[in-house]
C-alpha cells in the first residue's frame, strides 16, 4: 500500500472536474495507493491571484503545504494549476528569503508553521513513476486493442520547473496510453496551450488556439484525446460545439480525463468513470470496451 | 551616453515582485514572442514589453494589453536563453498595473481575475457557476447569452453545481487571518 497527501483542488473536488477527481481516486484504490485529502484545504489561488498580489497568493499555498506536511507524505493533485502553483510557492520560499520571511508571519497568524519539506507532485507522475506501467498494465482487465488515442499534456504539467518529463516533448503519458493496450498517436502540439482560463474574457483567442490542437490530433487519426488538466478537459470538451460553430469546423472528439480511460481499461464502472459527464458523447468510441 | 533617462523605478518595482527581476537581463533575442501562442494578438509584444519597461514608458507597458493576453504556458520561460521568468515576469506587470490603476479596459482578463479572487477571498475555494455568473456580471451580462449553449450543455451532463464547496468555520478563519495579514504587511518587497 502506497499512501500520499491528496489535494483535489476545486475543480476535481465539487466543480466541472468532478469525474476527475472521482475516477482519480477510484483508479488509486486498484492500484493499492491511498490518496488522503487534505483537510480543510483551500483554493490553491492559481494564475488570478499570482497575479494581482503575490504575498497573499503565497499564503494561499503555503497554508495547504503546511496542512499537507503535517502528515509527511507527498502531495499528490491531480490538477495542472495547483500542481504548478503548490510548486511554485516552494521554490519562491527557498529562492526569495524576504518573502518567506512575510509568508512565515502570515501562517503564524493562522497558527501554522512550514519548514518548505513537502513535495509536490502530479498525479500522472505517481502513476508512472512511482507505480509504473508494469504494475497498471497487470490490472488491465479490458485492454483498450489498439484504440487511437491523442496524448494531451496541456503546458503547466511539464512547465516551468524541470519536472517529471520533458517540457515539450513529453512522453509519459502516451506510454500510459500503451500499457492500457492503446495506441498513442503522434501528437506533436500534445504540450501546447488549450487557451486555459482566457476562455471566459477572451473566448475567441482561446477558440483558436483549441482548433489547432484539435486539427493536429485529428489529421493524426485520433479517436478521442484524454487530458491530465480540468481545465484542459473543460476547454476542449465544453467548447468543442464554440469551435465548430465559430471556425466551421466539425470535429467530434471525445474529450476524457486520463484517470477515466484507466478505469475503462481496469472494467471499472459508474458511479465511478463519471463518464456521463462528458459533453462530447464517449459512448461510440468506448462501446467496445464496456 | 544615454539621452533620456530610463525611468529607474518602473524597473525596480518589477524587479522588486518574485519573478520580475529577470527585466533586467533580456538580449532582446525575441525568442518569447516566437514562442507565444498569443503575441500577433497583443499590442506589444512580451519583448517589446521589456523593452518599453526599460525605457521608462511606465504609462503605456502597464495600459497594454498584452500580458493580460498571456495564457501562462510557460513556453517562454523554458526558452528563454537568459533565464529569465517571462511569465512570471508578465504576472508582475498585470499586478502592477491593478495597483495602478492602468489595468485595461480593452481585456475582460483583469475582470475575470477579480471575480475569481473576490471568491476565493471570501471563500477559500472557488464555486464555477458562481464565478461565471459574476464575471459576467461585472463586465457584461448581454455575453452571457451567447454562452446558454455552453452551459445547457454542461447543465444537462450534470457539471455545473450551484453549491459552493466551503471550508469549515476554523479553517476559513484561520485562512482570513493569514490573508488578513498579508494585507496588513504588503506584497510588494
Known sequence: MRYYSYFPGCSSSEGFGKAYGQSALAVAKVLDTELIEIEDWNCCGSTPYSSEDELAFLCLSARNLALAEKRGFDLVTPCSSCYVNLKRTNSYLKQYPEMRAKVDECLAAGKLEYHGTVKVRHLLDVLSNDIGYEAIKAKVTKPLNGLKVAAYYGCQIVRPTPGFDHPEFPESLDKLIVSLGGEAVPFPLKSRCCGGSLIIPEEGLALNLMKKLFDSAASNGAECLVTVCPLCQFNLDAYQSRVNKKLKANFNLPVLFFTQLMGVAFGLSEPDLGLKTCVVPTEKVLAKFR | ?189
Open chain 2, 1 to 189: 551616453m544615454e539621452k533620456k533617462t530610463p525611468n529607474r523605478s518602473l524597473i525596480d518595482e518589477i524587479s522588486a515582485i518574485p519573478g520580475g527581476e529577470g527585466v533586467r537581463l533580456c538580449i532582446q533575442c525575441g525568442t518569447c514572442t516566437a514562442s507565444c501562442p498569443n503575441a500577433d494578438r497583443m499590442e506589444h509584444t512580451p519583448s517589446q514589453l521589456i523593452a518599453m519597461a526599460r525605457a521608462g514608458m511606465r504609462d503605456e507597458v502597464l495600459s497594454s494589453n498584452a500580458m493580460w493576453y498571456c495564457l501562462s504556458c510557460y513556453l517562454c520561460t523554458v526558452r528563454c536563453p537568459r533565464g529569465i521568468k517571462q511569465t512570471e515576469l508578465m504576472h508582475a506587470l498585470e499586478s502592477l498595473a491593478v495597483r495602478q490603476g492602468l489595468a485595461t479596459g480593452r481585456s475582460r482578463t483583469p475582470i475575470m481575475y477579480r471575480s475569481f479572487n473576490d471568491f476565493v477571498y471570501s471563500l477559500g475555494s472557488l464555486p464555477d457557476f458562481g464565478f461565471m455568473a459574476w464575471f459576467y456580471i461585472l463586465s457584461n451580462p448581454l455575453r452571457a447569452v451567447r454562452m446558454l449553449p455552453v452551459l445547457m450543455g454542461l447543465i444537462r451532463h450534470g457539471r455545473l453545481s450551484v453549491k459552493a464547496r466551503r471550508l469549515k468555520p476554523e479553517g476559513a478563519n484561520q485562512l482570513r487571518a493569514m490573508l488578513d495579514k498579508a494585507d496588513s504587511i504588503g506584497g510588494a518587497a
